[in-house]
């Protein structure tokens, strides 16, 4: 994982109106970034969104983001994105000698620059066609007291968190409710999808950034799916619960599709 060149591919044609992302889904690091770092994998894999990739690959025309964000974090400002100290990312110990470098601390940055450099002529072509929709998966512990302890109440944890912060209501709005009516609806052997909205997640960087370069054209959701479709702290996958995630976020595509025909 030498370059910046293999942290960031795109799948699909790209001219429909419709892509995903999966920032958080990668786990490599470039070897002098694992070097320095002390986490223990298991915990960094834990704070990682695991799977997350397979669930954006569901829409044909998406990224695909090697890299952790352990070595950089594509959904902050780019002045938060890289952890230095345990302040940055939750209390963790990261680093060795407890703190990054900063000769190291610039190539993250690096790895965090070649990201968007990549995604902004995309999506400039996608917005030059008019509105579109990006799904930015990511996923949720919801085990954070301990893998043999209660989970975290469902009230404030759905299953579905869509993060709609950033986004012109007035103008997305239909849009949003649709969405989220649409996997609600999606009974597949797991029953509906209890999806919210802005309950405990409301997008950040990534939202933000397309909110801001593509005003009442770009329409990013967050989503954050709860990790009942794994075991949290040993990293197994739950097919069939994952099965029904992907099932039912692909059911709830043409629904999108049809509300940004009604916006063209």
Known sequence: MGGTSDAVAFVGDWTGQLVATSVHAGHALRPEIAEAMVLDEAERFREEDPFTDRLAAVVPDHVVT??????????????EAVYRTPDD??????????????????????TYDAFYDALAPRLDAVAERGPFVLLDVHSYNHRRDGADEPPAPAAENPEVNVGTGSLDHDLFGPLVE??????????????PLDARENVAFE????????????????????LEFKKTFMDEWTGELHADR??????????ALPGLLDELALLR
Do not use: I, K
């Open 178 to 191: 649709r969405f989220m009516g649409d996997l609600r609806d999606a009974s597949l052997g797991c029953g």
């Open 89 to 110: 990312c939750w209390g963790l110990e990261v680093w060795r000698g407890g703190e990054l470098s900063d000769e190291l601390f610039e190539g993250s940055l690096a």
């Open 203 to 222: 997008g950040r960087n990534l939202a933000w950034w397309v909110h801001d370069r593509y005003p009442r054209v770009g329409c990013v959701l967050a």
């Open 242 to 251: 994952f099965r029904c995630a992907q099932q039912g976020l692909a059911a």
């Open 66 to 79: 090697t890299r952790s964000r352990f070595e950089a974090d594509l959904n902050r400002p780019r002045r």
